[in-house]
Nanobody
Framework: VQLQASGGGLVQTGDSLRLSCVASRRGTFSRSVMGWFRQAPGKERECVAA????????YYADSVEGRFTISRDNDKNTVYLQVNDLKPEDAAVYYC??????????????????????WGQGTLVTVSS
């Protein structure tokens, strides 16, 4: 499955963005846990959020809890990341990723980038202070 991420840009501290990621195959998307990761220069790729197949379970990194919201629309094959109150340390390339999974999972176990099989190309978020 191909993933196409979009929505990044240059914003100021405190601004908001909505990142989107569209999957090319509906069946694979609906069977997949979806994750949003980010990677800043010189840093490891980190999971900021993940969401279960149904959308009923979510995971957030401590650093974004309360500011970021992940959601999905299985009819549109799309996962979203609403990012609010952006800080300079949020600046990074943001990637969406997919991992086909069983229905019942522990979403916190999906914060490991090595679990994921499919990756989007990334969308750049730059935050000016």
């Amino acid at each position: 499955v191909q993933l196409q991420a979009s929505g990044g840009g240059l914003v100021q501290t405190g601004d908001s963005l909505r990142l989107s990621c569209v999957a090319s195959r509906r069946g694979t998307f609906s069977r997949s846990v979806m994750g949003w990761f980010r990677q800043a220069p010189g840093k490891e790729r980190e999971c900021v959020a993940a969401i279960s197949r149904s959308g009923s379970s979510t995971y957030y990194a401590d650093s974004v809890e309360g500011r970021f919201t992940i959601s999905r629309d299985n009819d549109k094959n799309t996962v979203y990341l609403q990012v609010n109150d952006l800080k300079p340390e949020d600046a990074a390339v943001y990637y969406c990723a997919a991992k086909e999974s069983i229905l019942t999972i522990v979403i916190a176990h999906y914060n490991d980038y090595r679990k994921y099989d499919y990756w989007g190309q990334g969308t750049l978020v730059t935050v000016s202070s």
